[in-house]
């Protein structure tokens, strides 16, 4: 079970890898929220088509993963091309 603590630090660094795939995705013209209890999910939206994916940001092996809907996911450490693939699915 995780302490208060560890779930605290778990909850700040997926707000930290979300927001900076929110930053990537604002600058390839998608709109985006966070949302969820904690801002625990980021949902992005294509302007044009207002179609939606959900990623989360989850702890895995030892590191972070990113996951979306369509058995989307990839390390937090190709935020760039996460947020080029998130635009392609919703252009």
């Known amino acids: 079970m995780l302490s208060v603590v560890g779930a605290q630090e778990i909850a700040e660094v997926r707000r930290r890898h979300l927001a900076r795939l929110a930053y990537e995705a604002e600058a390839r013209g998608l709109r985006w929220r966070l949302a969820g209890p904690e801002e625990s999910v980021l949902a992005v939206v294509g302007p044009r088509t207002r179609r939606r994916i959900m990623v ?20 937090v450490g190709e935020v760039a091309d996460v947020a080029d693939r998130l635009a392609r699915l919703l252009a």
């Open 56 to 75: 989360v940001a989850t702890p895995s092996g030892g590191g972070w993963s990113y996951l979306w809907s369509g058995n989307g996911m990839a390390d």
